[in-house]
């Protein structure tokens, strides 16, 4: 399972840090990313993180958002800084099994495949 928290109203500019509670299953053999969601848009994945630290981030975040766990890898985060009001989404996390972290190192969008997913936390930059 995987739980968000985080998430709020903040002003163009500011910054958010977004937490993600992993439990029932060994996160050291998952890799995790971030994508969100805008009600009437399609979902956008948005960053990766690979059991062995390794990141990749879309462009649309690309030098403003952070992806990282903690050493347990049990909690994964999302620094967002220098937030913009088109940031403003659903947050969801989700998680995958190594063996297909691969390939979405190569396509960021095969996060929206993960199999282990969470409820998502709001967002909103004004």
């Known amino acids: 399972q995987l739980v968000e928290s985080g998430g709020g109203s903040v002003q163009a500019g500011g910054s958010l840090r977004l937490s993600c509670a992993a439990s029932?299953?060994?996160?050291?053999?998952?890799?995790m990313g971030w994508y969100r969601q805008v009600p009437g848009k399609a979902r956008e994945a948005i960053a990766l993180?690979?059991?062995?630290?390794?990141?990749k981030y879309a462009d649309s975040v690309n030098g403003r958002f952070i992806v990282s766990q903690d050493n347990a890898k049990t909690t994964l985060y999302l620094q967002m800084n220098s937030l913009k009001p088109d940031d403003t989404a659903m947050y969801y996390c989700?998680?995958?099994?190594?063996?297909?972290?691969?390939?979405?190192?190569?396509?960021?969008?095969?996060?929206?495949?993960?199999?282990?997913g969470g409820q998502g936390t709001q967002v909103t930059v004004s």
């Open positions: 029932g299953y060994t996160s050291s053999d998952y890799c």
């Open positions: 993180i690979g059991n062995d630290g390794a990141t």
């Open positions: 989700a998680a995958e099994r190594t063996p297909h972290c691969k390939a979405a190192f190569k396509g960021l969008g095969l996060i929206l495949a993960f199999t282990i």
